[in-house]
């Protein structure tokens, strides 16, 4: 199928690597608890873990799909999140303290069990269109580099039994560990393609000539990628980023909250190194392609086939292995998460009072029926930059009742509903084609670009969509909330008192979202006392990690403009 024995040697050394620490994990599971959250990782592990988890190979293509389409602008596809990385930092030590085994546990204590059952169902959904467009990416990257002689199909099948034999066995300690590992091979073949194909075509001298006359080298490009446009990501970014349901385990699996923001924040800053050679090899495809027609999507798994094959034998099994390393150190925490959600949220107030072994069965098969699902998703749709514009929106539509509620006390169980329900509503209403042509006969339509010509036909354009169901669902969700009953008081200060009580090392936690019985709770510091307002004021640790995430935004930003005119 296109590979050399001595790349079926590394990969046949990479699969039993990937089953050898599944079966050692598995032997250490007591728990649904060991099975889902073992609190015990350091700031390395949980860096690695938020790398490997937050990075896989359909962003590789997906990016540079968009860069070969339309330039350096693409890598905002990715670096979306880049402007709120810095909030990460923030972020992670809350995640934390809430002492939860799932996101689901903490809408449950902040609403009630309803809402916490509707983000089990959302937060799953969502992650079955991960799971599915990492499927559908990596297969598309995978058989380009065998020349096309390995099908998708088959690859798709032998990465998911992959991901669930070891993550089935082992848990979410076995995805870090493991993690640790894919996330060097995952640097590695993030890097290793550049240097080759930018060789290839001059350097960037040949790069700069072949793109003469051209806004391919912008970083922002007002006709399509602007800054707007990346702005509004960003922000649908930030809402969306704390309901995807893996990261409750990037944050809170971690000995305490410091190793949670170290983690959090610089494992996704490693990935934004790693975005840099995914765009400039997308824009150098530009120039080494040109005469020859390529689908976007195959761009980069055809240069890894081109040249590493005719490399050095086995160079082309190390890419192989890293490409699979980025999709199932992701894949293994997206699968796990949504087990959580289900068995700890959904399936123990169906079947409770169960014992331990019966809950890690429940949870290994309803593992089995998610991949199930993301398979299923990635046979149907139908590119990967579309599913990537899929998870952006479905993994924000209960951001803001998140957010609510964390920062007003007045939020009400009918407003978390609410807000939830006009966003999935204004959504679908911006998918429709009598709206679609309502906003294209509007006055100011093709100034501001509210609607965009596509090959499927006219869409209503994306960052516009954001808005419409962002700003909706937060009017709603406030209207509601100030015309419906309030949360008990009790409810509402055993909440924000879980905030405010930092993190004991190896503290002992009766059941997810309680406090230790020795816990002093710090008194309320807040911006806004005395007012349903709740935004503390924080520690000076935060501030200055808040500040260090923005220079190297900073530097991030010049970096890329520094190779642009090199």
């Not at 809402?239 to 610089?266: D, L, R, S, W, Y």
């Amino acid at each position: 199928m296109g590979l050399h024995i001595a790349d079926y040697c590394v990969l046949g050394v990479y699969f039993l690597i990937l089953i050898a620490i599944g079966y050692i994990e598995s032997r250490k599971i007591k728990s649904s608890s060991d099975f889902f959250m073992p609190r015990k990782f350091g700031k390395i592990m949980m860096m690695t873990f938020s790398f490997g988890a937050g990075t896989h190979a359909d962003q590789a293509v997906g990016v540079a799909s968009k860069s070969f389409t339309n330039g350096l602008s693409g890598i905002w596809y990715q670096w979306l999140y880049l402007p709120v990385t810095p909030f990460y930092w923030l972020i992670a030590p809350v995640m934390r303290r809430f002492r939860a085994i799932t996101t689901s546990d903490v809408f449950e204590l902040r609403f009630n069990r309803g809402v916490g059952v509707l983000f089990a169902v959302a937060g799953a959904s969502n992650m079955v269109v991960a799971l599915g467009l990492m499927l559908k990416g990596s297969s598309e990257v995978l058989s380009a580099s065998s020349g096309h002689l390995m099908p998708p199909n088959l690859i798709i099948i032998v990465m998911t039994a992959l991901f669930v034999i070891y993550g089935l066995m082992g848990g979410l300690a076995a995805a870090i560990y493991i993690d640790f590992l894919q996330g060097i091979l995952t640097i590695v073949f993030s890097f290793m393609l550049m240097p080759m194909i930018l060789n290839a075509i001059g350097g960037m001298q040949g790069l700069r000539q072949g793109l003469a006359g051209t806004d391919m080298l912008s970083l922002v490009v007002p006709a399509d990628i602007s800054v707007f446009y990346v702005t509004v990501l960003a922000i649908n970014g930030l809402v969306g980023i704390v309901t995807q349901p893996h990261v409750m385990g990037n944050c809170a699996a971690g000995k305490t909250e410091i190793e949670g923001a170290v983690g959090f924040m610089g494992g996704n800053f490693l990935k934004r190194i790693c975005t840099i050679p995914w765009s400039l090899i997308g824009v150098a495809g530009i120039v080494y392609f040109a005469g020859r027609e390529i689908h976007p999507d195959r761009v980069f798994g055809t240069v890894a086939h081109e040249f590493l094959s005719k490399a050095m034998p086995g160079l082309l099994g190390i890419f192989i292995a890293g490409v699979m390393a980025s999709v199932l150190s992701t894949c293994d925490a997206l699968m796990l998460a949504s087990a959580a959600l289900f068995t700890e949220n959904v399936y123990k107030h169906i079947a409770p009072n169960r014992d331990k072994k019966h809950y890690i069965t429940a949870a290994r098969v309803i593992s089995g029926l998610v991949v199930a699902c993301a398979v299923a998703f990635a046979y149907w749709v139908s590119g990967v930059v579309k599913g990537v514009e899929i998870f952006l929106i479905s993994a924000s539509m209960m951001g803001l009742a998140f957010w609510l509620g964390l920062f007003w006390r007045r939020t009400t169980v009918a407003g978390a509903w609410a807000s939830t329900l006009a966003c999935v509503g204004l959504w679908w209403l911006s998918t429709q084609s009598f709206f679609i042509n309502f906003l294209k006969e509007l006055p100011l339509s093709q100034t501001y670009r509210l609607v965009v010509e596509r090959p499927a036909g006219l869409e209503m354009n994306l960052p516009w969509q954001m808005l419409l169901y962002l700003v909706g669902g937060f009017i709603v969700g406030i209207v509601v909330s100030l015309l419906t009953r309030p949360v008990s008081e009790e409810k509402l200060n055993n909440y924000y008192a879980l905030i405010r009580t930092p993190i004991k090392p190896g503290e002992t936690i009766p059941a997810p979202c309680t406090l230790p019985a020795d816990a002093v709770i710090p008194p309320k510091r807040s911006f806004f006392p005395n007012t349903s307002i709740e935004i503390l004021i924080p520690s000076r640790m935060a501030i200055m990690g808040f500040l260090v995430g923005w220079l190297i935004v900073g530097a991030f930003v010049l970096t890329i403009l520094a190779i642009a005119n090199m």
